[in-house]
């Protein structure tokens, strides 16, 4: 089967906002935003308890207007309710209470909201029962007579807008009395008379039509004064101390989860640190080997105990890419990247995995591989770093050396080649940013340092990404170089046209 190749002249186009990436980062960061659901949930159940709702009063009104009509949208009723959230009833309302009261403060307490075109219903909070009930009835009895006194003044003002008219109208009419009497007296033609007796009919019968108006008019709007009322007297909300205690954890939970999304997602865009093996292969320009649980703290440790098989698989794994002959003692390292304790625990299983004298070398900052000497075999030599790379301890004849150190912020670059040639980098999954891990790998490559493969620590549950290179010899799950091959590539074999050759994959790198 032939290898799928990556196309060095295509690259694969970055995207504005890589959707997969999110939602892995989302995914992977589950605690974050469930421990933010569960602090609103905690904080709106707390609000709930220390903070309950003020106690509230529910009236209705029923208003009814002089225009109204059926195809009304609701603008007299919005009209009504802007009017009810005014300063002149609250300062009505408070008077009628004997408060002394701020009005704006008050008008914060209350709002309407309109049911139908002529049923508005208020609700008005207050410190106690009895006081918003109060409250409430004060208010509705304000605006109840507010709404007949606008009614009443409009109906006032109308009829003695009609009045003013009709005494405009009789003064017309005395003009055209007189006017006939005078026309009458000198004996004008009977044509003259007509049209003056006619528009005499015409003004009469506009005085009387204005008198009857203006009578009409001042008797009022009595269906408006008769109507309107309050059709439900003011009472008490019931609240059950269960349901707003559900409503309001309820409300934090959600409120919580949201804001946990926002800054997980935040987050994931401006740190970008890839947990997918693809994108950690692809940045560090090498392939994924295995994949280890991270080493546990604390209780949970208890629940996520690795099996000892896993264990041994994957330092076989490992050992099988370090050392694929016992003829090869080129000295390699196991550099860890976030997760100093899990490389030296793999470190150490993979030293009893080559079956074979390994001088091991501790340069972590914490001697992590120290602490482990109890677990080192026969075969197995511990040294520290310092010792190593000052001279002191150098390895035997047969002894293959395997040196354990860290690419984290602070590493010492210039030291890393002396620990090997080639290296395992031990990456923790979600840890490192797209930033650092390109900064690791320039780095070992300016040291001529040779990434054989990578393995991911903690690694993403659902992730179903390969994490294998096909476009470089080194890069590829093809097993650690032979020695031959190493040392055609120094001296520059032209067999080789300045390219490593392709080991033989094995059954047992097959099996990986």
């Given at each position: 089967?032939t290898?799928?190749?990556?196309d060095p002249?295509?690259?694969?186009p970055?995207?504005?906002l890589?959707?997969?990436?999110?939602?892995?980062?989302?995914?992977?960061?589950?605690?974050?935003?469930?421990?933010c659901a569960?602090?609103?949930?905690?904080?709106?159940?707390?609000?709930?308890?220390?903070?309950?709702p003020?106690?509230?009063a529910?009236?209705?009104?029923?208003?009814?207007h002089?225009n109204?009509q059926?195809?009304?949208s609701?603008?007299?009723?919005d009209?009504d309710?802007?009017?009810?959230?005014?300063?002149?009833?609250?300062?009505?309302?408070?008077?009628?209470l004997?408060s002394?009261?701020?009005?704006?403060?008050?008008?914060?307490s209350y709002?309407?909201e309109?049911?139908?075109?002529?049923v508005?219903?208020?609700?008005?909070t207050?410190d106690?029962?009895?006081?918003?009930?109060a409250?409430?009835l004060a208010?509705?009895?304000?605006?109840?007579?507010?709404?007949?006194?606008?009614?009443?003044e409009?109906?006032?003002a109308?009829a003695?807008?009609?009045?003013?008219?009709?005494?405009?109208a009789?003064?017309?009419?005395?003009?055209v009395?007189a006017?006939?009497?005078?026309?009458?007296?000198?004996g004008?033609?009977?044509?003259?008379l007509?049209?003056?007796?006619?528009?005499?009919a015409?003004?009469?019968?506009?005085?009387?039509?204005l008198?009857?108006?203006?009578?009409?008019?001042?008797i009022?709007?009595?269906?408006?004064?008769a109507?309107?009322s309050?059709?439900?007297?003011?009472?008490?909300?019931?609240?059950?101390a269960?349901?707003t205690?559900v409503?309001?954890?309820?409300?934090?939970g959600v409120?919580?989860?949201a804001?946990?999304?926002?800054?997980a997602?935040a987050a994931?865009?401006?740190?970008?640190?890839?947990?997918l093996?693809?994108?950690i292969a692809?940045?560090?320009?090498?392939?994924v080997?295995?994949?280890?649980?991270?080493?546990?703290?604390?209780?949970t440790r208890?629940?996520?105990r690795?099996r000892?098989g896993?264990?041994?698989?994957?330092?076989?794994?490992?050992?099988?890419?370090i050392?694929?002959?016992?003829?090869?003692?080129?000295?390699?390292?196991v550099?860890a990247?976030?997760?100093?304790s899990t490389?030296?625990?793999?470190?150490?299983?993979?030293?009893?995995?080559l079956r074979?004298p390994?001088?091991l070398?501790?340069d972590?900052?914490?001697?992590?591989?120290?602490?482990?000497?109890n677990?080192?075999?026969d075969?197995?030599?511990?040294?520290?770093?310092?010792?190593?790379?000052?001279?002191?301890?150098r390895p035997g004849?047969?002894?293959l050396p395997l040196?354990?150190?860290?690419?984290?912020?602070?590493?010492?670059?210039?030291?890393?080649?002396?620990?090997?040639?080639?290296t395992v980098?031990v990456?923790?999954?979600?840890?490192?940013?797209?930033?650092?891990?390109?900064?690791?790998?320039?780095?070992?490559?300016?040291?001529?340092?040779?990434?054989?493969?990578?393995?991911v620590?903690?690694?993403?549950?659902?992730?179903?990404?390969?994490g294998?290179?096909?476009?470089g010899?080194?890069?590829?799950?093809?097993?650690?170089?032979?020695a031959?091959?190493?040392a055609?590539?120094?001296k520059?074999?032209?067999?080789?046209?300045?390219?490593?050759?392709h080991?033989?994959?094995t059954?047992?790198?097959?099996?990986?």
């Amino acid at each position: 089967m032939t290898a799928p190749k990556n196309d060095p002249e295509s690259p694969r186009p970055t995207p504005l906002l890589d959707l997969q990436q999110l939602v892995v980062t989302l995914r992977w960061r589950k605690r974050l935003w469930l421990s933010c659901a569960l602090l609103g949930l905690l904080a709106g159940t707390l609000l709930a308890v220390f903070l309950p709702p003020p106690p509230t009063a529910v009236t209705r009104l029923l208003l009814v207007h002089e225009n109204d009509q059926p195809t009304d949208s609701g603008t007299l009723m919005d009209t009504d309710i802007a009017l009810l959230d005014t300063v002149r009833i609250a300062e009505a309302t408070l008077r009628r209470l004997g408060s002394d009261d701020d009005p704006e403060a008050f008008r914060e307490s209350y709002e309407a909201e309109g049911l139908t075109n002529n049923v508005v219903e208020i609700t008005v909070t207050a410190d106690s029962g009895e006081a918003a009930e109060a409250r409430a009835l004060a208010l509705a009895e304000t605006f109840v007579a507010d709404h007949i006194r606008r009614a009443r003044e409009t109906a006032q003002a109308e009829a003695e807008a009609l009045r003013d008219r009709r005494t405009q109208a009789e003064d017309e009419l005395a003009r055209v009395d007189a006017a006939i009497e005078t026309a009458a007296d000198e004996g004008r033609n009977p044509a003259s008379l007509g049209s003056l007796y006619a528009r005499r009919a015409d003004v009469a019968a506009q005085v009387a039509d204005l008198s009857r108006r203006a009578t009409e008019a001042s008797i009022g709007t009595p269906e408006v004064a008769a109507g309107t009322s309050i059709v439900d007297a003011p009472r008490l909300v019931e609240r059950s101390a269960t349901a707003t205690l559900v409503t309001y954890a309820i409300v934090g939970g959600v409120l919580g989860l949201a804001a946990g999304l926002a800054l997980a997602a935040a987050a994931s865009v401006v740190r970008d640190r890839p947990v997918l093996r693809r994108d950690i292969a692809e940045h560090l320009g090498a392939s994924v080997l295995a994949q280890v649980p991270l080493r546990r703290r604390g209780p949970t440790r208890l629940l996520h105990r690795p099996r000892k098989g896993d264990r041994v698989r994957i330092a076989a794994t490992v050992a099988r890419t370090i050392a694929p002959d016992d003829t090869d003692l080129a000295p390699v390292s196991v550099l860890a990247l976030g997760c100093t304790s899990t490389a030296a625990e793999l470190a150490v299983d993979t030293a009893l995995a080559l079956r074979r004298p390994v001088l091991l070398v501790d340069d972590l900052r914490k001697h992590d591989v120290t602490k482990l000497v109890n677990r080192c075999g026969d075969n197995v030599r511990l040294v520290t770093g310092t010792d190593y790379l000052s001279g002191a301890d150098r390895p035997g004849p047969q002894e293959l050396p395997l040196a354990v150190g860290s690419v984290d912020p602070g590493a010492a670059w210039t030291d890393l080649s002396a620990l090997g040639t080639q290296t395992v980098l031990v990456v923790r999954a979600g840890h490192a940013t797209t930033a650092w891990l390109h900064t690791v790998a320039r780095q070992l490559a300016d040291a001529r340092i040779v990434v054989i493969g990578v393995v991911v620590v903690e690694p993403y549950p659902r992730d179903r990404t390969d994490g294998t290179l096909w476009d470089g010899v080194h890069t590829a799950l093809r097993g650690r170089l032979r020695a031959a091959e190493r040392a055609a590539l120094a001296k520059g074999d032209p067999s080789t046209n300045g390219r490593v050759p392709h080991p033989t994959l094995t059954h047992e790198d097959a099996e990986v």
